[in-house]
């Protein structure tokens, strides 16, 4: 029995589509209570905070969002008593709006872009409530990497990863993520993934992009820039494409930045494979429940297959709205 819903927090690696001579593996971050992989900075940087005395349960919390960690704050506060008010540019959508609710929070649409929704939490703070930062708080990236890293590094085995593929909006999960996983496999190249047209750390400049959660159009201060070895850029269109193929041929259902990081993941896959090595198949649930073989039938061993991880953040279910899925 957990003592909280808080207590749930944490995913399974799933092995996706892989091409020959190379293994694929991610991260599905929708099996978090919240629905994503920001319940953890969520949890992290509100349990900081008590513990350095800056907050207690029934003070006023507010912070901007793009949805997900605005739905992970959401389901925090409702279980510690916390009153929140979520600021979120407009054009995000329904479900996201619809979940924050549920979980009782308020909620500001603002018209404009982060910036704008940074703005606006300015304000509030100014009134009296306490913002806890996600793009600047140090509590966002160790989140992943006393979790998120951890937990990979013992679901991955004996296995070697070479590649560590994620999104960046606040830099915490690759930042956090990746320095945990960096020091367990030090040869482990970082790879971030961003909007085609809001290229941010490929260009130095935003664009305009329907990204929900990924490239937020300014460089975060969470993000270690010295950790990436490699920028990778995907295009909405492509992402949406991807989306429609994992949750048709694979049956996993997430949203924009997860089809990106697939896409760059694949990428990554192609370029470090080797077809003259016969990759184990991971058992699954219509396998025998026997255990894998060490080796493969051509002699070579787990280890020597390339691996590459990387992180799905959310559902698919919060873009259903959007047409997505249509």
């Not at 593929?165 to 030090?186: H, M």
């Not at 016969?278 to 396998?287: G, I, L, N």
């Amino acid at each position: 029995m957990k003592g909280s819903i808080l207590d749930t927090i944490g995913s399974p690696l799933v092995q996706v589509d892989s091409p020959e001579g190379a293994t694929v593996a991610a991260k599905i971050e929708s099996f978090n209570p919240g629905g994503s992989a920001k319940d953890r900075p969520a949890l992290e940087m509100i349990r900081t905070a008590e513990r350095e005395g800056a907050i207690e349960p029934g003070d006023w919390l507010v912070e901007p969002t793009s949805g997900n960690t605005g739905i992970g704050l959401a389901l925090v506060c409702a279980a510690r008593d916390y009153d929140l008010t979520l600021v979120m540019p407009a054009d995000k959508s329904a479900e996201r709006q619809q979940v924050m609710a549920a979980y009782g929070a308020d909620l500001e649409l603002v018209d404009g872009n982060m910036e704008t929704a940074r703005a606006r939490a300015d304000e509030l703070v100014e009134e009296g409530a306490t913002q806890l930062g996600q793009f600047e708080n140090p509590a966002n990236p160790r989140s992943h990497y006393r979790t998120t890293g951890e937990e990979i590094i013992e679901q991955v085995g004996d296995r070697e990863i070479d590649a560590f593929v994620a999104g960046v909006g606040t830099g915490g999960t690759i930042s956090g993520t990746g320095q945990r996983l960096r020091e367990e496999f030090p040869d482990l190249e970082i790879v971030a993934v961003e909007p085609a047209r809001n290229a941010v750390l490929s260009t130095g400049e935003p664009g305009d992009d329907g990204f929900q959660g990924m490239g937020p159009g300014f460089v975060s201060d969470n993000l270690d820039r010295e950790l990436v070895d490699r920028v990778e850029t995907a295009r909405l269109e492509d992402a949406e494409d991807e989306c429609r193929r994992l949750a048709r041929e694979e049956g996993i259902l997430v949203g924009q930045s997860s089809g990106a990081t697939s896409l760059v993941a694949q990428r990554i896959a192609r370029e470090i494979a080797e077809p003259d090595i016969e990759c184990p198949e991971v058992p699954d649930a219509f396998d025998a429940t026997q255990p894998a073989s060490p080796e493969t039938d051509g002699g070579q061993a787990v280890e020597d297959c390339p691996l590459v991880v990387t992180l799905f953040p959310d559902s698919g279910e919060r873009y259903l709205s959007t047409g997505l899925f249509d």
